[in-house]
T-cell receptor
């Protein structure tokens, strides 16, 4: 178990360019989450997958944001036509969640080190 | 939107002292978790307390939960320089995501 891995660690891009980040979760985890974190704030939920299914994406910040997890393993987060306001830390987390229904789920998440995006 | 709010925003203490931070939230929860984040790094899970629990311990950590007041506290006893970090509470009301507060930044002076 090598933990959650994110690449690249840092990305500098020019406004208007597309960027893609990759997340490799802990191998036995079935859930994968993407968060955005700006300076002085806590992580803000963006989207999540259970295996390969994207079960919640309404929190993606705009239609320029998209995420995939094609085989239920690694995931990518793409931002198209980047804007300066997209500059932030993008965090990925994974968890193993068994069972359904409220009150029965302990969703302990394991985070990667993040990808810091700077849009010039 | 972020449900949890930590208080204070920043805390500076001497090594060996205790550090206490509080978290308030707005809606009902199933669990509440505390995470630590070292500068520029990802978050690390510290402790989870269920909504039907009032207090929980893990090593030098003590967490309390008062669901009637919608609040929680994290106590770190006998602090060390390595405890310097930001601490976040995260509420777990839905089964798919956590809602984080803005965090408390703790500085432990040697």
């Amino acid at each position: 178990d090598t933990g959650v891995s994110q690449n690249p660690r840092h990305k500098i891009t020019k406004r208007g360019q597309n960027v893609t980040f990759r997340c490799d979760p802990i191998s036995e985890h079935n859930r994968l989450y993407w968060y955005r974190q700006t300076l002085g704030q806590g992580p803000e939920f963006l989207t999540y997958f259970q295996n390969e299914a994207q079960l919640e994406k309404s929190r993606l910040l705009s239609d320029r944001f998209s995420a995939e997890r094609p085989k239920g393993s690694f995931s990518t987060l793409e931002i198209q036509r980047t804007e300066q306001g997209d500059s932030a830390m993008y965090l990925c987390a994974s968890s193993l969640v068994l069972g359904q229904g409220t009150g029965k789920v302990e969703n302990i998440q394991y985070f990667g080190a993040g990808t810091r995006l700077s849009v010039l | 939107s972020q449900q949890g709010e930590e208080d204070p925003q920043a805390l500076s203490i001497q090594e060996g002292e205790n550090a206490t931070m509080n978290c308030s939230y707005k809606t009902s929860i199933n669990n509440l978790q505390w995470y630590r984040q070292n500068s520029g790094r990802g978050l690390v899970h510290l402790i989870l307390i269920r909504s039907n629990e009032r207090e929980k311990h893990s090593g030098r950590l003590r967490v309390t939960l008062d669901t009637s007041k919608k609040s929680s506290s994290l106590l770190i006893t006998a602090s060390r320089a390595a405890d310097t970090a930001s601490y976040f509470c995260a509420t777990d009301g839905d089964d798919y995501k956590l809602s984080f507060g803005a965090g408390t930044t703790v500085t432990v002076r040697a």
